[in-house]
């Protein structure tokens, strides 16, 4: 009755129209009432689906709840969502910021506290931290900013939290280590005490023998008293008072010591190995029970391609334990080579390997061995003590407790004098951390914690100035005596102090072949005794490697080209074991190989020339000859790849994928066998090692807060620039079926019939693609950043299943923080009517889906191409199989296997969840039936959208996993 008093007021002050017009719909507030009018007012162009304007006619009567297209069209119920007050010629969208009936036959305004979309028909509570204004179909999210800011403390506060324990951590650590420093200088301090006790005794009897001649004359008894026994006298008395005298006497019997080692270099060596040489061999048992070290003898090794190309050959040596050997070479001399095969890395094609006298492989005593890389190879993030406290933890036997293990770090990073760098970060360019040489020292200490019984090391003081090597060749040396080690490094061009700080020298020609090895301070006669002379200035270092590569000439050696070192140095080992003391027969057989080597030149020489002049009138050979050779060997070299390349690549015996496969297996069923237990050295279980890997990888993220809130940079701009797209975004349901089929052009039907507003599907694209982008890019730093670290702690046995599963764990939090921020961040400007929960559980697990896609890319791809493959990865799914371009209703015209495809993209799935989410709360009321299926959408689907994702995620992890496996196979080894 209201309605109808309203109207024919209106018609009594509106100039009389012929048809239907425009009116304000009646039920507004007054004020809402005349902007609507002015904009009739204005025309045609001002009105949209938005504003509150109804089509009513004069010329016949409609009845409410009803409208008539004219007067000869029958009368049409409005559905509801729409708003038929009467005499209504088409049904108008109920307002917004108005509620309108079910029954479309009134319309009142939406109350404080709530908003009301258009097409209303139930009003929408606001959500927490929001502000809704009366007759109003948008949220005011001030409190978001609110929110932003205490979610910010709360996380701070975590942190800070978090960040105290580390520190606690931290401090235990560095008064342990004090500790360690204070325990050697007192052990040091008792030794020197018992060392002038032995020495007081010995000058006190050798003085007693003088006694009884002196018995006349004190004053000459007193003089028989050595000035040494009375500074030794003084120095007890003021013992603890006077530390400087310790020390200078300390030091002068270290020179006393290096005196009395001053003897012929045969004879020295003979004496240090009668010394340090274990007095009998032992079994395989015996060394795996004890944990022995190990005197390494390799004899007569050979290693040929598979081409033919030989790499070493007839290489025979010793690695003594307790010593420390520096390995020289020109490049392409096989130094890292030597390595390889006596550690099994490289598979030999000859010779064998000898520990403690013994035939046997160092491979089945992997766990005791430890290889430094030339690179510094650890986590730039973490500081010097979780480096090493990581490495000790996962690599000493689980019968160590963790009190033994924090000691033993402790001492180490004493002895390394890291001490005061303990808790500082490693740092990298970005960041600055500790230098280069402390860095250096904490690569061999990465080894040295595992208490191996062999210590390799590829070009250790490469990159160091020479005061900072000879500091570390001085400390390996120091170690390897200490802790009786099997010491060796490939080292270039030390200074002549870094370079004396070695025992032993292995010095290799091209080729692989071997021209001397032995006691360092013998290698200079041996060359001088072939008519080497050293410049008196020039570095010895320098100089054996001009000799290995032939730029030094010789005064006894005619002709010298350097392949003729390598049978000298066989014709040596041959003297030596005629004459073992290196006496006058040793003499005469060197002179008679170095006749030998001259005769063999000249010879040599004689037979290139006679070849050069036979084969001066001989005919070239043509370009279609050289042609045909090289597509020869290429044809060669392809069927070569193709066939024995790729099988022993899958089956070899040795490495084949397969075979390294069941044995990964195996080990994975061991860890739930406690009955399991290694002969070697038993580490501990994968759930251990997890959980090792979970408490780095958190601190790793989470550690330092203002990366963290770098990386939650992304997400905060993908949910800011999503929600500019979502501003006014609304949903109107389509045109009653009988205004198109009047009104519309025959071209137009198909378009009036789809809603007149419907942006979500288009939105929901654009905030996954955004958040595609931002979780590729935050996941791929999980282990593309650290592929080369994961690499070495897989070389010393760490499996990639308890590294993977503890990094995806540590990342959860992360990827729903960033979920929390984006939402959060996207509601600014876009007004939900879906279930808000379930719009969050959509952006944590496509987060999570993001996160995963972006490890197994960082495995794959190089780490500095992911930002850009990721755009093209994501635009790949989301275009292609997103179900925007191609529809999901038109997937089953496809072959199956795009079926498939389709059915991997996450953008399938989560489009649809984002759509159905919204467009349910007008299920209700308004038909969307028809919209749905021209998607291809269920509304019943959501549950089964975020299942699908997780499954989407769960493979991607799979994927990185068995990637992580087959990349960089043989790093890992």
């Known amino acids: 009755m209201a309605a109808a008093v309203f109207l024919f007021a209106l018609r009594a002050i509106t100039v009389s129209a012929v048809g239907p017009y425009l009116i304000p719909c009646p039920g507004q507030v007054q004020s809402d009432a005349d902007e609507v009018q002015t904009l009739i007012e204005q025309g045609p162009t001002s009105i949209g689906p938005t504003t509150c304007a109804c089509k009513v006619t004069d010329d016949y009567e409609v009845a409410p709840g009803f409208f008539r297209l004219n007067a000869s069209s029958p009368p049409v119920e409005c559905n509801a969502g729409s708003y038929c007050p009467g005499n209504m010629t088409e049904p108008s969208f109920c307002c917004p910021g108005y509620v309108c009936t079910r029954d479309t036959l009134s319309m009142s305004p939406c109350g404080e506290g709530y908003f009301c979309p258009p097409q209303?028909?139930?009003?929408?509570?606001?959500?927490?931290?929001?502000?809704?204004?009366p007759r109003t179909d948008k949220q005011d999210k001030w409190g978001t900013i609110l929110f932003i800011v205490v979610f910010g403390l709360a996380v701070w506060f975590l942190w800070y939290?978090?960040?105290?324990?580390?520190?606690?951590?931290?401090?235990?650590?560095?008064s342990m280590i004090d500790e360690v420093s204070r325990a050697e200088k007192e052990a040091k301090k008792k030794a020197q005490y018992e060392e002038m006790q032995e020495m007081k005794s010995a000058q006190w009897?050798?003085?007693?023998?003088?006694?009884?001649?002196?018995?006349?004359?004190?004053?000459?008894a007193e003089s028989v008293v050595p000035p040494a026994m009375r500074m030794i006298v003084e120095e007890e008395s003021n013992i603890g008072a006077d530390e400087k005298k310790k020390e200078s006497t300390s030091e002068a019997h270290k020179e006393e010591e290096s005196k009395s080692d001053d003897k012929p270099p045969v004879d020295s060596m003979k004496s240090r190995i009668e010394e340090k040489e274990t007095p009998a061999t032992v079994s395989d048992e015996t060394l795996r029970d004890?944990?022995?070290?190990?005197?390494?003898?390799?004899?007569?090794?050979?290693?040929?391609?598979?081409?033919?190309?030989?790499?070493?050959?007839g290489v025979t040596g010793e690695f003594k334990k307790g010593r420390l050997c520096a390995v020289m070479g020109p490049s392409g001399a096989g130094k890292t080579t030597l390595f390889n095969l006596i550690t099994g890395k490289a598979k030999r094609t000859g010779g064998r390997v000898l520990l403690n006298g013994e035939v046997s492989e160092l491979s089945k005593y992997k766990r005791l061995v430890g290889f430094v890389p030339q690179e510094d190879i650890m986590l730039r993030s973490a500081t010097v003590t979780d480096v090493l406290n990581f490495s000790a933890r996962r690599r000493l036997p689980n019968s160590h407790s963790s009190k033994d293990i924090n000691h033993l770090v402790a001492r180490y990073i004493h002895k390394l004098g890291i001490g005061h760098v303990a808790t500082t970060v490693i740092g990298d360019a970005r960041k600055r951390g500790i230098s280069g040489g402390q860095r250096k020292r904490v690569n061999v200490g990465m080894e040295l914690v595992a208490n191996p019984s062999v210590l390799f090391l590829d070009e250790p003081t490469t990159g160091l100035d020479a005061s900072t090597a000879y500091d570390l060749c001085s400390t390996l040396r120091n170690l390897c005596r200490d802790e009786q080690l099997t010491g060796a490094a490939v080292?270039?061009?030390?200074?002549?102090?870094?370079?004396?700080?070695?025992?032993?020298?292995?010095?290799?020609?091209?080729?692989?072949?071997?021209?001397?090895?032995?006691?360092?301070?013998?290698?200079?006669?041996?060359?001088?005794?072939?008519?080497?002379?050293?410049?008196p200035n020039q570095n010895p270092a320098d100089f054996f490697l001009e000799v290995a590569m032939g730029r030094t000439e010789s005064s006894k050696l005619v002709n010298f080209h350097w392949s003729g070192l390598f049978?000298?140095?066989?014709?040596?080992?041959?003297?030596?074991?005629?004459?073992?003391?290196?006496?006058?027969?040793?003499?005469?057989?060197m002179e008679q190989a170095i006749k030998k080597t001259n005769d063999n030149t000249l010879k040599r020489q004689e037979s290139m020339r006679e070849?050069?002049?036979?084969?001066?009138?001989?005919?070239?050979?043509?370009?279609?000859?050289?042609f045909c050779a090289k597509l020869g060997d290429f044809f060669k070299r392809f069927f070569y790849v193709i066939t024995v390349e790729l099988y022993r690549y899958w089956f070899s015996a040795d490495n084949g994928v397969c075979v390294e496969l069941f044995t990964w297996l195996k080990s994975i069923a061991c860890w739930f066998n406690p009955g399991y237990s290694n002969p070697i050295r038993q580490l501990p279980n994968g759930f251990y090692i997890f959980w090792l890997c979970l408490q780095r990888a958190v601190k790793q993220t989470y550690g330092d807060f203002g990366a963290f809130l770098g990386e939650m940079a992304l997400p905060i701009a993908v949910g800011l620039l999503s929600s500019a797209t979502a501003n006014g975004l609304v949903f109107i349901g389509r045109i009653e079926p009988e205004v198109c089929d009047t009104l519309s052009p025959a071209q137009q039907i198909g378009q009036c019939e789809q809603p007149v507003r419907d942006g979500y599907q288009s939105v929901a694209m654009f905030l996954l693609i955004a958040t595609s982008f931002s979780g590729i890019t935050m996941g791929s730093s999980t282990f593309g950043a650290e592929r080369t670290v994961f690499y070495r702690h897989a070389s010393t046995g760490m499996d990639a299943i308890p590294y993977i599963a503890a990094k995806v764990l540590a990342d959860i939090p992360k990827a729903i923080i960033a979920a929390v921020l984006t939402s959060v961040l996207f509601f600014v400007q876009f007004y939900p009517v879906g279930n808000v929960g379930n719009f969050y559980a959509l952006m944590m697990v496509f987060y999570l889906c993001s996160f995963a896609q972006g490890y197994f890319l960082s495995i794959i791809i190089a780490y500095d191409y992911i930002p850009l493959c990721g755009v093209v990865w994501t635009l790949f799914w989301a275009i292609a199989f997103g179900g925007t371009t191609t529809r999901v209703s038109q997937r089953d015209s496809m072959p199956p296997f795009l079926q498939w495809i389709f059915s991997m993209s996450v953008f399938r799935w989560g489009i649809e969840a984002f759509y159905i989410n919204e467009i349910k709360f007008y299920a209700d009321y308004l038909d969307v039936e028809d919209r749905l299926n021209y998607y291809g959408y269920d509304l019943d689907n959501f549950a089964t959208d975020i299942g699908a994702i997780l499954l989407i995620n769960l493979f991607y992890v799979g994927l990185t996993l068995v990637s992580m496996k087959l990349v960089g196979r043989r790093k890992m080894k």
């Open 567 to 589: 049978a000298l140095w066989e014709d040596h080992c041959r003297a030596v074991e005629a004459d073992k003391l290196g006496g006058a027969e040793y003499v005469k057989q």
């Open 120 to 133: 209303s028909i139930q009003k929408q509570e606001c959500g927490a931290l929001t502000v809704c204004e």
């Open 611 to 626: 070849s050069q002049a036979s084969s001066a009138g001989d005919e070239k050979p043509g370009a279609c000859s050289k």
């Open 491 to 535: 080292i270039h061009s030390p200074s002549q102090s870094a370079f004396e700080e070695f025992d032993d020298l292995c010095l290799l020609g091209r080729g692989g072949r071997l021209i001397y090895i032995g006691p360092r301070e013998e290698a200079l006669p041996y060359f001088e005794l072939l008519g080497f002379e050293k410049p």
């Open 290 to 313: 004890k944990e022995l070290h190990f005197t390494i003898r390799f004899e007569d090794l050979q290693y040929t391609l598979p081409d033919g190309f030989t790499i070493m050959q």
């Open 205 to 220: 009897s050798a003085a007693s023998n003088s006694e009884f001649k002196s018995k006349s004359d004190p004053k000459k």
């Open 161 to 174: 939290l978090y960040n105290m324990g580390n520190h606690k951590k931290d401090d235990f650590y560095l």
